[in-house]
Antibody, heavy 117, light 106 residues
Framework: QVQLVQSGAEVKKPGASVKVSCKASGYTFTSYDINWVRQATGQGLEWMGWMNPNSGNTGYAQKFQGRVTMTRNTSISTAYMELSSLRSEDTAVYYC??????????WGQGTLVTVSS | DIQLTQSPSFLSASVGDRVTITCRASQGISSYLAWYQQKPGKAPKLLIYAASTLQSGVPSRFSGSGSGTEFTLTISSLQPEDFATYYCQQLNSYSTFGQGTRLEIK
């Protein structure tokens, strides 16, 4: 079945970077964009950006421009999201999701990133 | 950026009730709207896409309607498993989500 499996929880210090992976299975990885969404505890969903796994093209929400980088390794059907200059407000669950036309499905299980000194 | 405003933000209802959640876009988004259900500790689950198309496997008590700037999600007869948070999402221009509607048992 179509599945996205993300890497495990991370704890980082302020100013550090984090790289979250998202491994796709059950479909052709290069055929659909991967998007990233985050959710702080008790808060709503916040879209971060997208990546086309075939071309490597990306588009980022303005809020994250300059701090986020989305990449992929097509040989292992894995997408990555790296967020730099971490601050406490970046503590959240980060999700990857496959985009199908105008919706996201499926979603990864989420990766908790905790930023704490 | 396109903003999505959901109403209400919080809804208390009973099993068997019919409930409607509204999502308003700050500018026209045609039918590029999806609805998701999220339960605590879980990833969002797709319910409706293209404003009114029911995702495979989703019970028929869920329905969506609207186009342009105003959209609704209706649950015709609430079941215990429907108590969750619901989000709308636009994909007309990049993507944004509504702030969510928390549906609780009365």
């Amino acid at each position: 079945q179509v599945q996205l499996v993300q890497s495990g929880a991370e704890v980082k210090k302020p100013g550090a970077s984090v790289k979250v992976s998202c491994k796709a299975s059950g479909y052709t990885f290069t055929s659909y964009d991967i998007n990233w969404v985050r959710q702080a505890t008790g808060q709503g969903l916040e879209w971060m950006g997208w990546m086309n796994p075939n071309s490597g093209n990306t588009g980022y929400a303005q809020k994250f421009q300059g701090r986020v980088t989305m990449t992929r390794n097509t040989s292992i059907s894995t997408a990555y999201m790296e967020l730099s200059s971490l601050r406490s407000e970046d503590t959240a669950v980060y999700y990857c999701a496959r985009r199908l036309k105008t919706w996201f499905d499926p979603w990864g299980q989420g990766t908790l990133v905790t930023v704490s000194s | 950026d396109i903003q999505l405003t959901q109403s209400p933000s919080f809804l208390s209802a009973s099993v068997g009730d019919r409930v409607t959640i509204t999502c308003r876009a700050s500018q026209g988004i045609s039918s590029y709207l999806a609805w998701y259900q999220q339960k605590p500790g879980k990833a969002p689950k797709l319910l409706i896409y293209a404003a009114s198309t029911l995702q495979s496997g989703v019970p028929s008590r869920f329905s969506g309607s609207g186009s342009g700037t105003e959209f609704t999600l209706t649950i015709s007869s609430l079941q215990p498993e429907d108590f969750a948070t619901y989000y709308c999402q636009q994909l007309n221009s990049y993507s944004t989500f509504g702030q969510g509607t928390r549906l609780e048992i009365k």
